[in-house]
């Protein structure tokens, strides 16, 4: 999706939440507890492993309520950018779902700032749901003491793919804990060189590109630098940011000369055909992967990001229900069953992701999951940017400006000029 694409779903999100009069979350009210024979839940997940994955949470509810009818309202497009256009619409027009995926942080609390979402509480007091979570998830979801949203499971965006055919064929050793960024930069030379695409990316969908840069500005502020981010004290002028904008440079130099006509998903496909050497992206890539029939540990590798193993970079989906929906019995019962401990177990072994809840065993997972489910667990959970998470809609737009505007011009001080520009308002949407 290009960025005039973007600009599009931004601003239909942005009418969406200016729509309506400014709300606190202490405003909000539980749904209905009305029976109805109805459900209408609007995600972004069509993909092959997405698709899979969805399907569990709807069979999961349905094996509780054989009455009702659900209608799969899945719009294509990467990180949910044309789902958000058609959110709007149906928003705009009286017509919301009674359920729909979005964020947890800022991309939830706008929502219910402007009063668009009710307070689903009691699907957290099911199945110990509110006390199984991570402390900074249900911070992430909670607004004046009400939660507005469940989360489906985590994806940890901070992650490096390879294709272990590839890389032993051009003599190169595969990566392992500890792998640096001077050692990422040197093998993607000599893939290269052995005229084999280094890394693959699917900037079709441009959060890709823009999730690459984030891992990379990640490595380069750590943690601290992460929390003045948040706290609007970081210097984006910075050496730091100057050394990710290098390293993007670098990276993007040895990027697929194909990559603006291929999906996430289209990417993914070309790493584990051996298309390429790499892929940087969010573990929706092994979901992927095993969709497609890829190995583990034979066909495919992975790592941290180089210099981000000690950070879990979140990208945490989660489903909100409508204020005022007629069907908020069966919504409020569908957000219970997605963060059951058996659906979730059964649906993140599909996706990709990891399970948020603490509580529940992690040895049917696979041998990925396991270990990235500890991760969670054990190390600082980030809110991503890129995914709307940590900042405002506008900051996240001024990210994907500045990382679109650099990656066109290759210029650090028009990445700069690009977020600041689109932050302060002073260059309006197309």
């Not at 507005?148 to 055919?165: D, Q």
């Not at 959060?207 to 990379?216: D, G, H, K, R, V």
């Not at 005022?324 to 996706?351: E, I, R, Y």
């Not at 991760?375 to 940590?390: F, K, M, P, T």
């Amino acid at each position: 999706m290009n960025s005039s694409s973007r600009w599009i779903a931004i601003t239909a999100a942005l009418i969406l939440v200016l729509g309506g009069c400014s709300r606190t979350g202490s405003d909000a009210k539980p749904p209905s507890t009305d029976k109805t024979n109805h459900l209408d839940v609007l995600s972004w997940w069509t993909s092959g492993s997405e698709a899979k994955a969805l399907t569990i949470l709807f069979d999961d509810f349905r094996a509780t309520h054989p009455g009702v009818e659900v209608v799969n309202s899945a719009v294509s497009g990467g990180a949910g950018s044309n789902a958000v256009v058609a959110l709007a619409e149906r928003l705009r027009s009286g017509n919301p779902p009674d359920v729909w995926q979005t964020f947890i942080g800022k991309s939830l609390e706008e929502y219910v700032d402007r009063n668009r979402i009710a307070d689903v509480s009691g699907a957290f007091q099911k199945d110990g749901l509110g006390s199984a979570l991570p402390a900074v998830i249900m911070d992430a979801v909670t607004v004046d003491g009400k939660q507005f949203g469940v989360p489906s499971g985590a994806h940890r965006s901070n992650m490096l793919w390879f294709n272990t055919a590839v890389l032993e064929k051009a003599g190169i050793k595969a990566p392992e804990s500890g792998y640096s960024s001077a050692t990422f930069l040197a093998d993607l030379e000599t893939l290269k060189k052995a005229g084999v695409t280094p890394l693959c990316l699917g900037s079709k969908d441009n959060f890709t590109t823009a999730e690459l840069f984030e891992n990379i500005l990640l490595s380069k502020i750590g943690s601290d630098g992460w929390a003045a981010i948040i706290k609007d004290r970081f210097k984006w002028d910075s050496d730091a940011v100057k050394a990710a904008l290098q390293e993007l440079n670098t990276v993007l130099d040895h990027a697929d000369p194909a990559a603006h006509t291929l999906t996430w998903d289209q990417a993914t496909k070309k790493l584990a055909s051996g298309g390429c050497g790499f892929l940087v992206m969010n573990d929706s890539v092994y979901g992927e992967l095993r969709a497609d029939g890829a190995e583990e540990g034979k066909d495919f590798g992975y790592v941290a990001y180089p210099e981000t193993a000690d950070q879990f970079l979140a990208v945490v989906d989660t489903f909100v229900v409508a204020q005022n929906t007629s069907n908020g019995q069966n919504a409020l019962d569908f957000l219970a069953v997605v963060g059951s401990p058996k659906t979730t177990l059964a649906f993140n072994a599909v996706k990709g992701s990891v399970p948020l809840r603490t509580d529940v065993p992690l040895d049917s997972l696979s041998p990925y999951q396991q270990q990235t489910a500890r991760v969670l667990r054990d190390s600082n959970v980030l809110l991503s940017i890129v995914h709307g998470e940590a900042m405002s809609t506008t900051f996240e737009q001024g990210f994907y400006d500045g990382v679109s505007a650099f990656a066109d011009s290759r210029d650090t001080g028009v990445f700069v000029t690009a977020l600041e520009d689109a932050v302060s308002g002073r260059i309006p949407p197309p």
